[in-house]
Every structure is written in structure tokens, then in C-alpha cells.
């Protein structure tokens, strides 16, 4: 069975620092592998995926996130955190065709 | 282009009532996907729907709960005699065909008095 596990519920930064978001997943099969945001009262919006092409993922706003097999993990970054990355974080893996199983959750505080 | 919608955003009910939670998927996708969110947890899978078809149900509660997404109109994700367990954020996702990205509405926050 596949799932996803984010290390800590909640994460805080201050503004212009690197933002760090941790997911560890585990699949039998070549995951892949999603991050979507989702900001006070609004549905998930996708940040980036990866479909095991380039282990190294490129998003929107500035994320990106690197595959790594050996690890099992798939972290999310961005350089300089902004007041507008306020949300929170989930990871996802596709489970056959369809099916996403998501992690907790991290929430993202950005500090002034 | 609009984006999946989602109605109500919010409902109350009180424990025995009827919840309906509709869900009009993006122009052009005849898949939808129901989702439930905990407080707290991240979203859990219920039910995978095409148009006349229940196609994975393996998700929801065996009891009090149904979805269906008619021929003609919105999917219907409804909850019969609703329990304070019941009390969650539900997202619908839409796509135009199994592999595709999902894309998900704003939610329906239900609340159970």
C-alpha cells in the first residue's frame, strides 16, 4: 500500500528564508508524486509534480521539489519565503490511475 | 474557463438531517472525485464517479452515504441522517479522463450540530 508522510504539522520562517517541507513516501511501484497549496477556505491548487522524468521538479511560485529514490522522499523548497507562501502544504502519491493518497499536512507560517 | 464549483460552501445541520453537497466539474470533464478532509488530516479518497457510473465507491462509509453523478446535471455526494462525526471540509476534483491532474473546488465545509 502507498502512502505519504509530512514531518511537522506546522513550520515557520521568517521572510526571504529558505522554505523547507518535508514528505517521505512509500510505493512498490515508480511513485508519482504531487504538492498542492491550499489557502484559508479555498480548495488544493498544485504546485508541482513529478511523473519520473527529471528528478528535479520546478513549480509555481518559486517551489520546487527533488525526487530522490534512495531517500523515499520528495521535499519541497523555495529560496526566499514571501508572506503570500502562508497556506498550508500537502503531499500526495497516486495510487494506480486515479487515486491520491495525501499526507497530513504542513502548515506554513511566514514571519515579517 | 470556470473552475470546479462547488455548492454550498457551507452547510450546518443538525444530527439526523439530510446533507446534499453538489459539485459541477470543470467544462469538458466527465470525472469527478469526492474527497474528505478531517479536521486536522489531509484529504481522504470516498468515491470516483464518470457520468451514470460509480466506478471506485471504495472510500466511503458502507452506511448513510451515496454519490452520483447524473446524465445530466451536477454529481451529488449525499449523506442521509448526518452524526458530529460527519462534520468535515468535502472537495470535489474533476479531470477529462483517469490520468489526468485533478482539479479541485473550493470545498464544501459541512458542520453537524
Known amino acids: 500500500a502507498q502512502s505519504v508522510t509530512q514531518l511537522g504539522s506546522h513550520v515557520s520562517v521568517s521572510e526571504g528564508a529558505l522554505v523547507l517541507l518535508r514528505c517521505n513516501y512509500s510505493?512498490?511501484?515508480?511513485?508519482?508524486l504531487f504538492w498542492y497549496v491550499q489557502y484559508p477556505n479555498q480548495g488544493l491548487q498544485l504546485l508541482l509534480k513529478?511523473?519520473?522524468?527529471?528528478?528535479l521538479v520546478k513549480g509555481i511560485n518559486g517551489f520546487e521539489a527533488e525526487f530522490k529514490k534512495s531517500e523515499t522522499s520528495f521535499h519541497l523548497t523555495k529560496p526566499s519565503a514571501h508572506m503570500s507562501d502562508a497556506a498550508e502544504y500537502f503531499c500526495?502519491?497516486?495510487?494506480?490511475?486515479?487515486?491520491?493518497?495525501f499526507g497530513s499536512g504542513t502548515r506554513l507560517l511566514v514571519r515579517p | 474557463n470556470a473552475g470546479v464549483m462547488q455548492n454550498p460552501r457551507h452547510l450546518v445541520r443538525r444530527r439526523g438531517q439530510e446533507a446534499r453537497l453538489r459539485c459541477s466539474p470543470m467544462?469538458?470533464?466527465?470525472?469527478v472525485y469526492w474527497y474528505r478532509q478531517l479536521p486536522e488530516e489531509g484529504l481522504k479518497f470516498m468515491v470516483y464517479?464518470?457520468?451514470?457510473?460509480?466506478?471506485?465507491e471504495s472510500g466511503m462509509p458502507k452506511e448513510r452515504f451515496s454519490a452520483e453523478f447524473p446524465k445530466e446535471g451536477p454529481s451529488i455526494l449525499r449523506i442521509q441522517q448526518v452524526v458530529r462525526g460527519d462534520s468535515a471540509a468535502y472537495f470535489c476534483?474533476?479531470?477529462?479522463?483517469?490520468?489526468?491532474?485533478?482539479?479541485f473546488g473550493p470545498g464544501t465545509r459541512l458542520t453537524v450540530l
Open positions: 510505493s512498490s511501484v515508480p511513485p508519482y
Open positions: 464517479l464518470q457520468k451514470e457510473n460509480i466506478i471506485d
Open positions: 500526495a502519491v497516486r495510487s494506480g490511475s486515479y487515486k491520491l493518497i
Open positions: 476534483a474533476s479531470t477529462s479522463s483517469s490520468y489526468n491532474e485533478q482539479f
Open positions: 467544462k469538458g470533464h466527465s470525472h
Open positions: 513529478y511523473t519520473s522524468a527529471a528528478t
